[in-house]
Structures are given as structure tokens and as C-alpha cells.
């Protein structure tokens, strides 16, 4: 297999745009190519937790992120049944990890801020309005077949990167399957002017009930915040709309007065791609895995996906390394969204939306109990980290996958849910 420089790089979300930057930074030739006529900034994820602040720094963009939005430390869980209120800051590790706070800003912004450095860098472009639509593979290359508002053409690479969201079509195209299920809530993202931190709230707050749950955030430093809730999945988005306003009363103070900049819903997902890798073709972010944004896992994974990719795909083309690196790759972000953040997410899910009295006690005893332990505090606190690539070693296969079979429970390889009624299906319908 021929190991050239050459890339193309599907979707200019975040996942993409960063994968494409440090591998430009490392010498590829990289093209990006983007279905939209420029980055999709509907409202979505905001939130950058300190694994990814390190992501970052580790490809030299955290000092220009900060600039960006608010850094903060604190988050709050709000118990719906008592009352009660639990607390934890990021400034409880600061003695651990440089990376002790969280950053705010729209995950667009950060896509522009990294696409203006790409561009900046030798052998790079980005091809807007170009949506892919077939693939084809030798051992020589990689084949993409695009539409463009010129008409049908053909891009050459050496290797080509699925970073096409969780509808992903490079996903289809090389045949592997989105396994897993799509929950039957929506999911609504409101924006709204509203400065939630004169009432009570701190930066990232979760509202646990079982009907008027809710994620409030800060969104940046100009009194935008983030409130994500549940709806009806049978009502239709003009109807979720015109409910905006009734759903966010729930958490506004009495007679508060706000401006919604935007609102959207969305379905929510824990699906993972059969592989991560076929061939010259690799897969990243929301192509390679989807999950439900409770805890902010999917947005966190991608990044962590591009930092690994990164580094493999470098080493082979820098010929550091033989395509080995690829499987791993393939195989490490794959295990780490099946072991770590598929789970994660599915329980801060459960955690946030549970109806069961005695259990949504018992959570409020956990959490609790959680934070009058400074040790454990600080474990959970750091936790976030696991989400790291391990790195890569020749004999893997013998040994680090060896040992992940060994510790291995049943269930751990499939995507796994909270209730027999999920339909488990090998694509999003
Ligand atoms: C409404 C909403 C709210 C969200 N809120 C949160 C949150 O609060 N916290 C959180 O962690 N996560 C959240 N998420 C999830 C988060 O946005 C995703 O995890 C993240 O966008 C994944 O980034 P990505 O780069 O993998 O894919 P995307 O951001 O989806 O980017 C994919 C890109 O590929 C392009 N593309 C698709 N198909 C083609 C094609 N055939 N040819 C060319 N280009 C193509 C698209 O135009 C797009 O630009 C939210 C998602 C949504 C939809």
C-alpha cells in the first residue's frame, strides 16, 4: 500500500477541521471538502471539557480558544425532588492537570478559528458546497466522486477521513453498519439572552426531573446561554417552537425577561460504526459514533478522535510508521466510545431524566456523598481523561487487546441501553 500525502478530509465540522490541521501541520497535503457553503452553525455543542482543552493546547490553539469564551470552573446538579443542590469545581484539581477549567463558545466558532489557521498553512484548501457521493479504492488511492455547483468531479488522495456527521455517507459507503438505537425523546437546543448566573446558576448546571430535566449553560461572554430540555417526539418543530417560550419557564425566574436567538430539536443516538477503518478510509467524530449530549461525550470523543488520528496518520505519511497505526486507531477510538462514553453517556441520561423516586434518591445520595469526598471528587474529577487515546505500541494486538479482553464483561463490545424497548437497528432510519 502506497503511503502519499495526500488527504481529503469529508466535513468541515470540528472533528474534521482539526484532524485536517494537524495533519497539515505535519506535512500532508489536505483538502477538505464540505456538503454546506460554509461551517454549520446551528446550535449545538459548547461546552469543552478539560480533556479537550488539552486536545488544544496539544496542536497549539488553546491560548487563541480562551480567548474565545468564558473559562469556568463550576458545575451544579439541581434535584428536582428535594430541592437540594450539588457542587463541584474544576478548581479541586488544579494541582493535577493544567487543564482544571472549561471553555465556552459555539462549536462553529471554534471550526472557523481553526479553518483561518489551516488555510494559513502550505497545501491546504477547502471546497465548499461539494457533497460526497461515491468512493472508490485501490492500492494505489482513493477515489472521491463529489457534486459541486460546477457539475460532477473526481478527487484523487491517498487517504481519505469520514469526518460527515452522524448521517455520514463515507460511513455507508464503505459498508460498515451504525450499530446501536435512537431514543424516542427529542431533544431541543434554545440559545437564549438570558444571564442565568444573577439567578442561582453557575456555568454548567443539569436540572434533574423526569419532565422538565434541562441543561443550562453559558454559551460565551456576551449573556448567551444554552438551555437544552426534552419533547414530544410526536409534535412537529413548529409546534416544539411555538412551546419555547411555556418550556423555558420552567427554569426562568418569575416574570423573567429574555430574547431567544435560536432554537432547533434534535434526535439523539448511541450508535457506533462497525469499524473505524477500511482500508485508506478512516472515520472520526459523529461518523464513527453518535450519542445523546448529556455530559457532553460525543462532541468530547470526536476531538479526542482527531488528536489520535492526527498522530497515526502522520507517522505513516512521514513513513515514522506502517499503516499498523490505522488499526489502531480504528481499534483504540472504537473500544473508548464503546467502554467509556457510550456508557457515561447513557447513565448521566438516566441520571438526568429518571422518574423512579427511590432511585432519583438514591442519585442525589450518590452525587452527594460523591462531593463531601474531596478523594473521590477529585477522581470523577479527572475522569474526563479517559477519554485519551492510549498510545500506540507494535504488539498491541498481543498485549493491550489482549488485556482488554481479559477485562472485558459481557456486553461492553455492543452499544448498550437502559431499556428492552429500544430497537436496536444498523443504521439511523
Ligand atoms: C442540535 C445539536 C445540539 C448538540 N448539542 C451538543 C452539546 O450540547 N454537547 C455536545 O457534546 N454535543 C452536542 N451535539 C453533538 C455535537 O454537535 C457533535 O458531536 C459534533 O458536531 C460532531 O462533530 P463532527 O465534526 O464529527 O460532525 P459534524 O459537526 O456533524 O460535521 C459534519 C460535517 O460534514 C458535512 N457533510 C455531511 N455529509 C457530507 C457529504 N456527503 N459531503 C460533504 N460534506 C458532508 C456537514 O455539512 C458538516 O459540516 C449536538 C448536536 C446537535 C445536532
Same mark, same amino acid.
Given at each position: 500500500m502506497s503511503k502519499g500525502k495526500r488527504v481529503i478530509v469529508v466535513g468541515a465540522g470540528p472533528a474534521g477541521v482539526l484532524t485536517a490541521y494537524g495533519l497539515a501541520k505535519q506535512g500532508a497535503h489536505v483538502t477538505i471538502i464540505d456538503r454546506e457553503a460554509d461551517v454549520v452553525s446551528s446550535p449545538r455543542a459548547t461546552i469543552y471539557l478539560p480533556s479537550t482543552c488539552k486536545a488544544l493546547d496539544t496542536l497549539g490553539l488553546l491560548e487563541e480558544a480562551k480567548t474565545l469564551g468564558p473559562s469556568t470552573y463550576d458545575y451544579q446538579c439541581f434535584f428536582?425532588?428535594?430541592g437540594n443542590v450539588g457542587r463541584m469545581s474544576h478548581k479541586l484539581v488544579e494541582d493535577l492537570t493544567p487543564y482544571h477549567f472549561i471553555l465556552h463558545f459555539g462549536q462553529h466558532i471554534l471550526a472557523k478559528m481553526v479553518l483561518a489557521r489551516f488555510l494559513a498553512l502550505p497545501n491546504t484548501q477547502i471546497c465548499w458546497s461539494t457533497n460526497l457521493v461515491e468512493i472508490a479504492e485501490n492500492d494505489e488511492k482513493v477515489v472521491a466522486v463529489v457534486d459541486t455547483p460546477n457539475g460532477q468531479q473526481t478527487l484523487e488522495a491517498d487517504w481519505l477521513i469520514g469526518a460527515d456527521g452522524a448521517r455520514s455517507t463515507v460511513r455507508k459507503l464503505i459498508g460498515a453498519s451504525f450499530d446501536g438505537f435512537t431514543w424516542p425523546d427529542t431533544f431541543m437546543a434554545a440559545n437564549i439572552y438570558f444571564d442565568f448566573g444573577l439567578h442561582g446558576y453557575v456555568p454548567s448546571n443539569m436540572i434533574s426531573d423526569p419532565v422538565n430535566w434541562a441543561v443550562i449553560a453559558q454559551? $460565551?461572554?456576551?449573556g448567551l446561554w444554552r438551555v437544552a430540555y426534552g419533547e414530544d417526539s410526536e409534535l412537529s418543530e413548529e409546534q416544539r417552537l411555538a412551546r419555547v417560550d411555556q418550556r423555558l419557564r420552567h427554569w426562568l425566574p418569575e416574570g423573567a425577561e429574555y430574547t431567544l436567538e435560536r432554537a432547533n430539536s434534535y434526535r439523539v443516538h448511541q450508535r457506533s460504526a462497525s469499524s473505524y477503518r477500511v482500508g485508506r478510509v478512516l472515520l472520526a467524530g459523529d461518523a464513527a459514533h453518535a450519542t445523546n449530549p448529556i455530559g457532553g461525550m460525543g462532541f468530547t470523543s470526536g476531538i479526542q478522535d482527531a488528536l489520535t488520528l492526527i498522530d497515526c496518520l502522520s507517522s505513516v505519511i512521514n513513513e515514522h510508521?506502517? $499503516?499498523d497505526t490505522l488499526d489502531w486507531y480504528a481499534y483504540e477510538r472504537r473500544r473508548i466510545f464503546l467502554e467509556v462514553a457510550n456508557p457515561t453517556a447513557i447513565e448521566f441520561k438516566r441520571r438526568t431524566q429518571e422518574s423512579d423516586p427511590e432511585r432519583r434518591l438514591e442519585d442525589e445520595r450518590n452525587f452527594l456523598e460523591m462531593t463531601a469526598n474531596e478523594d473521590i471528587l477529585r477522581q470523577a474529577l479527572m475522569?474526563?481523561?479517559?477519554?485519551e487515546s492510549r498510545p500506540y505500541q507494535s504488539d498491541w494486538r498481543d498485549t493491550l487487546v489482549k488485556q482488554d479482553l481479559d477485562q472485558q464483561t459481557n456486553g461492553k463490545t455492543v452499544v448498550g441501553?437502559?431499556?428492552?424497548?429500544l430497537r436496536r437497528t444498523t443504521e439511523i432510519e
Open positions: 428536582a425532588l428535594t454559551i $460565551d461572554n456576551t510508521a506502517n $499503516d475522569s474526563v481523561f479517559i477519554l441501553g437502559t431499556s428492552s424497548t
